[in-house]
């Protein structure tokens, strides 16, 4: 009986080959699949890969070269890298209260008047936050795309000169609105006005969550709605008066402008942690008592109230500290989770 793995008699090693033997230098073939262990004839042995599902590049993503190569500018990395590493300083101007805006007496603004008052003041609160709530949805959706779309996420990065452009925007409607009396209670200037400063502020927010992960967003967003949900409950219920401290939010608002500006120019030269934090926690707490003290005079419960006439300008003090509180605390947990 004959072994199946022994060749047949008359079988001769030069018989049936697939390339016959030839003369000359010539490399001989290479059977079957070409191995990628090592380098092939007449191939360079990098940077081709070592296996059929190795990287090109191990150790960075989308096998991008981890340097640049030699006579291009090019960083290392995936496209986003050799954008600015840190992402600009949030805009901050000092809360500033008109005095024309407010209505002062010695006895509770919105409940030492009769019915009429408590009806409109409620109408007056139902306003506000319903223009509040508008403009918080607009910003939203703007972080959304700004932080989950890559190619938004990119060009907002590599294009700074847009962010001055809406921070420029950002000042001018909010010193219009401030400061003149007509076009803040104008229809619809009012409005124009007011939906301008909402895209400024919210296109530099969204700027800003672009330079973060998506955790450390969706954690400062969580923080913050809780931390609003929880002054404005404890402003409905409390019997201390935050609108008796005008002084004391005055230089409140001085120390955090003069800081904020102080820490922009050093952290343009040297980036230094300690100082950025800092600075986010003083804005983060001094913002949260500013948005205790504008939803104090919202209320009117108090010895100093918001006009009825001001929804607009209600509305704007409101969200700026919103914003400010989410942006503080988004650097903050950027910077710890990096």
Not at 13 to 33: C, E, I, K, T, V
Not at 190 to 206: P, Q, R
Request: with cysteine; proline share 11%.
């Amino acid at each position: 009986m004959s072994r199946p793995d022994y060749p047949p008699p008359g079988y001769s090693d030069g018989h049936g080959l697939l390339y016959q033997p030839q003369g000359g230098s010539y490399p001989p073939p290479a059977y079957g699949f070409p191995a990628y262990g090592g380098p092939q004839p007449g191939q360079p042995s990098a940077p081709y890969p070592t296996g059929p599902n190795a990287h090109l590049f191990p150790g960075q993503p989308g096998n991008y070269p981890p340097g640049p190569y030699p006579g291009q500018p090019q960083p290392s990395g995936h496209p986003g890298a050799g954008y600015p590493s840190h992402p600009p300083m949030p805009p901050v101007i000092p809360p500033t209260i008109p005095s024309d805006i407010l209505s002062s007496g010695e006895e509770f603004a919105a409940s030492g008047s009769g019915w009429d008052s408590l009806s409109i003041r409620h109408a007056f609160i139902r306003k506000v936050y319903l223009v509040l709530a508008s403009q918080l949805m607009v910003t939203a959706a703007i972080v959304a795309v700004f932080t989950f779309v890559e190619p938004v996420r990119y060009f907002v990065q590599r294009n700074q000169a847009i962010y001055w452009a809406s921070y420029a925007v950002y000042i001018v409607t909010h010193l219009v609105l401030v400061c003149c009396k007509g076009p803040r209670r104008k229809f619809p200037w009012n409005v124009i006005l007011l939906f301008l400063f909402t895209l400024a502020l919210s296109y530099m927010t969204g700027s800003i969550s672009s330079y973060y992960d998506t955790k450390a967003v969706f954690l400062a967003l969580g923080i913050t709605a809780v931390v609003c949900i929880a002054v404005t409950v404890f402003c409905f219920q409390t019997k201390v008066d935050f609108t008796k401290c005008q002084g004391l939010f005055c230089v409140l608002g001085i120390v955090v402008f003069v800081t904020g500006i102080i820490t922009t120019i050093v952290l343009s030269f040297k980036y230094i942690l300690w100082l950025h934090m800092l600075y986010a926690a003083l804005g983060a707490i001094s913002f949260t008592m500013f948005l205790a003290y504008h939803t104090q005079l919202l209320i009117g419960n108090r010895k100093h109230s918001i006009s009825p006439e001001e929804y607009v300008f209600a509305a704007l003090s409101i969200y700026v500290d919103i914003i400010q509180i989410f942006l503080f605390l988004l650097q903050i947990i950027g910077a710890s989770t990096k």
